[in-house]
Each structure stands twice: as structure tokens, then as C-alpha cells.
């Protein structure tokens, strides 16, 4: 059981303008400036366009310090952040105050019942991906925005297929450490800043299938991305993309806490009508969506309150949380814990290549 990592070279995104500093609105807060991000304004993701309809703050989300983000809507329908992280500040995003890449150790004592709750998600997207195309052992599936790598680990159990992921790599996994341990060298993962591909990628397709989940929202450059999807999928390929449903209700009544922005890391808010065009001005053919995810609509909410409270992830110890947190879940099982219970503040979009 070994996996192999591989360190690809980090790009920067494409930005432009001069650099900006972020200013605080949170009121009463004490600022100092030199934790604060700095940032530069980025255009529409969609269309490339730079004279929003509207513009709007976002407050930074999971962040060590207090600091807000501009966020626009074009012209074109599609809303984004307009303010974004300059590139060489964006490992700050990922570091010891981002949970979401550190799994269920992070969680003390609790961590089993929370790797079990992650084995599950991991385990619908195995069953989506596989209803969407058949896989077998000579197949190979990338998974952008990979995180720990345990998706590709469990489809390749149940498929034999060969994995890739990629990804920002996170403090507690350094570099030479694998990140998953399938079979042999099967299942790779490594490190990338989207829209920027290593060679590596390029060398394994094409691609049965491709998988983004959670990951074409924090792309700054989506359509490139997709654009070499569409170029490295198989004829018969999937694409599969998972991002957060901006229209929902939640998202509505949260606001700007809505973890759902993920703010300053989502670059684009996507909802079903802007991630439908951005798919399909890139030449896919969507065949299947919904307004519902992998993820249980509660770890949505559950991240927003907890954001909203000021609990700050690396500076409190995340088992705390774990009793409100199932209790939460309990309590709004009708609701809030059904993956597949729509308009919840979620998506998932199926495509081919047109
Ligand atoms: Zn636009």
C-alpha cells in the first residue's frame, strides 16, 4: 500500500491590476494591517467583462483576522468575487486555519465518527460517478481540488480505475508525504493551483472521467480549466462538478456568513443557471442536474454559524465544536441531513463533450 506524491510546479493565477490591501468591516475590530491579505481586482470568470452590474462585501470566512472582500455580478449573469487574494498570498488560504484539508484528525477524540461521516460522502461519489460512466481497471479519472486524495482511493477500490488528484498542498500533509494510499501507485496525488496543470496531467489522459468537487468555484480561472478538461476528457468521458447553489434559501437567509462563499477562497458564486452556460460556452453537454450535492446540507450551515460565533479553526480546538455539531444534525435531520434533498444549498452538474 503506497502512494506516490508528486511535487508539480506552483503557477500563479492570472490576475491583473495593482495590488490592493484589503480593508476590515467588521466593527469594532482591531486591524492590523499587516495580517490582512492582500488582494487584486479580478474580472468576470465568465465572460472577462470589468464594469459589474453590482457590487457587494463579502466577510472573510475561516480567516485568523477580520477582513472583507468585494464581490460583483456581471453583466453576463455570473456573480464573483471581484477582490481576490493575490497569488502569492493564496497559501495563507490553506494553512493552519483551513480545516477542510486535514480530515477527521483534526476532530480529537471524535475523529472516528467524523471519518466515517467523510467515508460517506466519499462513497456517494463513487456511486454518481459510476452510474454517469462505467469504469474498469484500464480507466484513469483526475480528480481536481483532491484534498486528501480518499475519493480517488475509494473509486479505485470499487473500479480498479487509476487516479490523479490535485491540489493545494496543506501544512499537515508536506510535500513527499502521500496523501493516499491506494494499491501500488494507482492513485497520485499532487500539488497544483488551479487553473495552472502540471505536466503530469497532460501525460495520463485522456481521462475517463474528471472530477471537480468543490474545487471549479475556487478556480480564478474556471473556463481555462474546463476548456482543458474538454481537451483531455475521453470522447465518451464524464465530467462530474459539485459546487455550492447560490439561489438556495440558505445561502439567501445567511448572507454574506453563508459558508457557502467561503470567502476569499470561492472566486466564483455560482448558481444553476451561471454554472450551466459556463459549462456549456466551454463545449459540454450537460446531461444530468440537480440542486443537491454529496455533501449533507448541514456542514454548510453548521460552518456558517460557527463562522458567525467567531469560532476560528487553528486557534480553537475543532473537537469542541463536535457536540453542537451532531446535535445540530440531529436536530435537523428533516431538513438538513439528506445529501440528496434539493434546493438545500447545493449542486451537481453531469456533462459530456458536446
Ligand atoms: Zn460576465
Not at 480530515?103 to 463513487?126: C, I, T
Not at 468543490?214 to 481555462?224: G, I, Q
Not at 437567509?253 to 459556463?278: C, D, I, K, V, Y
Request: proline residues 9%.
Amino acid at each position: 500500500m503506497e502512494a506516490t506524491f508528486e511535487k508539480a510546479a506552483r503557477t500563479d493565477a492570472t490576475r491583473d491590476e495593482a495590488p490592493r490591501t484589503g480593508a476590515t468591516h467588521e466593527p469594532g475590530a482591531h486591524v492590523d494591517a499587516s495580517r490582512l491579505l492582500p488582494t487584486a481586482s479580478a474580472r468576470c470568470p465568465a465572460c472577462g467583462d470589468d464594469r459589474p452590474r453590482e457590487t457587494w462585501q463579502l466577510p472573510g470566512q475561516l480567516l485568523p483576522h477580520a477582513q472583507s472582500f468585494e464581490a460583483a455580478r456581471c453583466h453576463c449573469g455570473q456573480a464573483y468575487l471581484r477582490e481576490q487574494v493575490r497569488p502569492e498570498a493564496q497559501d495563507r488560504l490553506y494553512d493552519a486555519d483551513y480545516p477542510l484539508h486535514r480530515g477527521s484528525a483534526l476532530w480529537g477524540p471524535f475523529a472516528p465518527v467524523v471519518a466515517f461521516s467523510e467515508s460517506r460522502v466519499d462513497a456517494r461519489r463513487v456511486r454518481i460517478v459510476r452510474r454517469a460512466r462505467d469504469l474498469g481497471p484500464g480507466d484513469r479519472v483526475l480528480d481536481l481540488g483532491c484534498g486528501r486524495g480518499s475519493f480517488l482511493d475509494r473509486l479505485h477500490g470499487a473500479t480498479g480505475a487509476a487516479g490523479l488528484g490535485l491540489d493545494h498542498l496543506a501544512p499537515a500533509n508536506p510535500a513527499g508525504t502521500p496523501w493516499s494510499a491506494g494499491p501500488g501507485a494507482a492513485v497520485r496525488c499532487a500539488e497544483a493551483a488551479l487553473p495552472k496543470l502540471p505536466p503530469l496531467a497532460e501525460e495520463q489522459a485522456p481521462y475517463a472521467a474528471i472530477t471537480l468537487w468543490h474545487a471549479l468555484e475556487h478556480d480564478p480561472a474556471p473556463r481555462e480549466t474546463l476548456a482543458w478538461a474538454r481537451e483531455h476528457l475521453a470522447k465518451d468521458g464524464v465530467l462530474v462538478v459539485e459546487v455550492p447553489d447560490e439561489s438556495s434559501g440558505l445561502a439567501k437567509r445567511f448572507g454574506g456568513s453563508w459558508a457557502g462563499h467561503h470567502t476569499p477562497r470561492h472566486a466564483s458564486l455560482f448558481e444553476p443557471e451561471s454554472l450551466r452556460q459556463m459549462l456549456e460556452s466551454s463545449g459540454f453537454e450537460i446531461t444530468h442536474h440537480r440542486r443537491a450535492g454529496t455533501l449533507l446540507p448541514w456542514t454548510l450551515v453548521a460552518l456558517s454559524l460557527i463562522d458567525r460565533v467567531g469560532f476560528r479553526f487553528g486557534r480553537h480546538p475543532a473537537w469542541a465544536l463536535f457536540p453542537f455539531w451532531a446535535a445540530g444534525l440531529v436536530l435537523t435531520s428533516p431538513w438538513l441531513a439528506r445529501a440528496n434533498a434539493p434546493g438545500r444549498g447545493l449542486q451537481l452538474a453531469i456533462a459530456r463533450p458536446a
